[in-house]
């Protein structure tokens, strides 16, 4: 008989190796969070969510919703081209003037994700005698880059800057151009690259710095502003910073900025912007809208941090594990396998607390992990009741391991 070599074999067997045993007791994934509130608000309850990167709570602004609306009546949905042959729309421009001004490069380039615009920045400016020298715990859109690169890609161990200068040392030699790639916040762990260092060493070694600032615009920085912002560097000095729209702007879609000429080479040549459709103008509008209201209400930075301040307070106290994680939008909780992470993710939901499990996918096996993305719209008693419900589990847990010692 002929062996089954269909793609639906091949995918079913690939999804077993890939843990879907995990899914056979409950899919604790793509969790129908609308459905959920209603919920919860049956019952009086609210349904809280730490599974969402709106780090300054601006999602619902009626600012931002409104700002949308217009653009929609005005412009329509869609860009329908690519803006080099297609025409812009006044929208586009002025969100990349204020996005660039915001981070303190010259411009910057919107293009329609933030996963895109790693990956197709990352594989552009690099050719065949070049390296890309990259964080172990960089985010699938900067290995996707790699992968596509023509060029060498060289690991350095998470966020050993010895490591990097020295691979630096021995290797730079090899290749024309070298470009470091680093995280502003490492969206797993939730700790930060040294950037006065990672600045030292580009310049030493003669190589190009992008820093990845998806999870830290809007969050790092006494207004917000990033990486740069909170190590007091000079954005100039860093040759590309690549930002989202998903996260603190609310929306989605990505941006890629730096010194004026490297963006004006990139606005005519960049694949994934030349040839992709330009972000949507109801897109632009209202990312726009939340770049201006993220400089206005400057509560909402403060209160993300006194959150996350009370977050890692409890958790410390609760003797929970937080990793590396500085303590600002990004905290995971350790757990020591896959199966406690998810009974604990599973006990917080009934609960009506939405924090998915990590296991497997983009952390190492060995450390799943409880991610909690947390919210200037998080209130104290949320951050409370949370934290109670793993503590109490903790507890629990620990309980019979105790008394079987004392029996002995
Ligand atoms: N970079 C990092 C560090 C990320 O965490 C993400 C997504 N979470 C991206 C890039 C991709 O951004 P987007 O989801 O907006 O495409």
């Not at 056979?24 to 609210?46: I, M, N, V, Y």
């Not at 300054?56 to 949308?68: N, Q, R, V, Y």
């Not at 020298?133 to 690991?155: M, P, Q, R, W």
Request: hydrophobic residues 45%; proline residues 3%.
């Amino acid at each position: 008989m002929q062996k089954d070599n269909s793609l639906a074999q091949y995918a079913t067997k690939r999804f077993r190796l890939a843990g879907k045993a995990y899914l056979e007791s409950g899919d604790p994934f793509f969790a129908p969070t609308d459905t959920l509130r209603r919920e919860a608000e049956a019952k009086g309850q609210r349904f809280v969510s730490f599974a969402n990167y709106d780090y300054l709570g601006l999602s619902t602004h009626p600012a931002i919703k409104s700002s949308a609306a217009a653009a929609l009546d005005t412009f329509g949905v869609g860009a329908l081209a690519s803006r080099l042959v297609g025409g812009e729309r006044s929208t586009h421009r002025n969100l990349e003037v204020a996005l660039a001004k915001f981070v303190g490069t010259d411009s910057a380039l919107t293009l329609v994700s933030g996963y895109l615009t790693n990956v197709t920045t990352i594989s552009h400016i690099l050719g065949s005698r070049d390296a890309l020298f990259i964080d172990e715990l960089s985010h699938n859109s900067i290995l996707s880059g790699a992968k596509s690169a023509v060029a060498e890609t060289v690991v350095f161990r998470h966020n050993d800057l010895d490591h990097l200068d020295f691979l630096l040392r021995e290797r730079r030699e090899n290749f024309r151009n070298v470009l470091i790639v680093a995280e502003g916040i490492y969206s797993m762990d939730g700790d930060v690259a040294d950037l006065v260092r990672l600045v030292r060493i580009k310049e030493q070694r003669n190589a190009w710095l992008l820093i990845d600032e998806a999870h830290s615009i809007g969050v790092l920085g006494s207004e917000g502003r990033g990486l740069c912002e909170y190590a007091g560097v000079d954005p100039q000095q860093v040759d590309l910073i690549i930002g989202t729209l998903s996260k603190t702007l609310a929306s989605c879609g990505g941006f890629v900025a730096g010194k004026a000429p490297v963006i004006d080479w990139l606005r005519y040549t960049l694949p994934g912007f030349v040839y992709s459709v330009g972000l949507s103008p109801v897109i632009s509008a209202a990312a726009e809208t939340a770049l201006q209201l993220m400089q206005q209400e400057t509560w909402r930075l403060r209160r993300l941090r006194e959150n996350a301040e009370l977050f890692m307070d409890l958790a410390h106290e609760a003797g929970l594990d937080t990793g590396p994680a500085i303590g600002r939008g990004v905290v995971p909780i350790l757990f020591s396998d896959s199966l406690e992470t998810l009974a604990a993710s599973r006990l917080l939901l009934s609960q009506y607390y939405y924090v998915p499990p990590i296991i497997q996918i983009g952390v190492p096996k060995d450390q799943p992990r409880l991610r909690f993305f947390l919210s200037a719209t998080h209130t104290e008693a949320e951050i409370r009741g949370v934290i109670d419900l793993l503590a109490k589990r903790k507890s629990e847990h620990a309980a019979p391991a105790r008394a079987l010692s004392v029996a002995t």
